[in-house]
């Protein structure tokens, strides 16, 4: 198992930057495919970017292309959601999560993800 914490959440104006990390710890952290999401109350969690093992592959939903860059420091066992042009619909709680089977980023759906940390909280001001 890969233990998660995330910070670097808070409030923030619209057009603003954040950068969201996730420190984990964990024997094989560099095996794992890691992935942000984020929810708010009373909708499904949203899958936001992922990242493959290696670093090669990543995703993004369309809802944050061009604006989230999600990167990882092996080194440092952690991995990073840099968000740009921040808008109001993207406050929500933002979820580091593990998946611990290698699996490409593109094929994963929230459910897929074993491992959580515990949540930040994102706030845009508009």
């Known amino acids: 198992q890969v233990q998660l914490v995330e910070s670097g959440g808070g409030l923030v104006q619209a057009g603003g930057s954040l950068r969201l990390s996730c420190a984990a710890s964990g024997r094989t952290f560099s095996t794992y495919t890691m992935g942000w999401l984020r929810q708010t109350p009373g909708k499904e969690r949203e899958f936001v970017a992922g990242?493959?093992?290696?670093?090669?592959?990543?995703y993004y939903a369309d809802s944050v292309k061009g604006r989230f860059t999600i990167s990882r420091d092996i080194a440092k066992n952690t991995v990073y959601l840099q968000m740009n042009s921040l808008k109001p619909e993207d406050t929500a709680v933002y979820y580091c999560?593990?998946?611990?089977?290698?699996?490409?980023?593109?094929?994963?759906?929230?459910?897929?993800?074993?491992?959580w940390g515990q949540g930040t909280q994102v706030t845009v001001s508009s």
């Open positions: 990242i493959s093992w290696s670093g090669l592959s990543t």
């Open positions: 999560a593990a998946d611990l089977t290698r699996r490409s980023p593109t094929i994963l759906s929230p459910t897929d993800f074993g491992s």
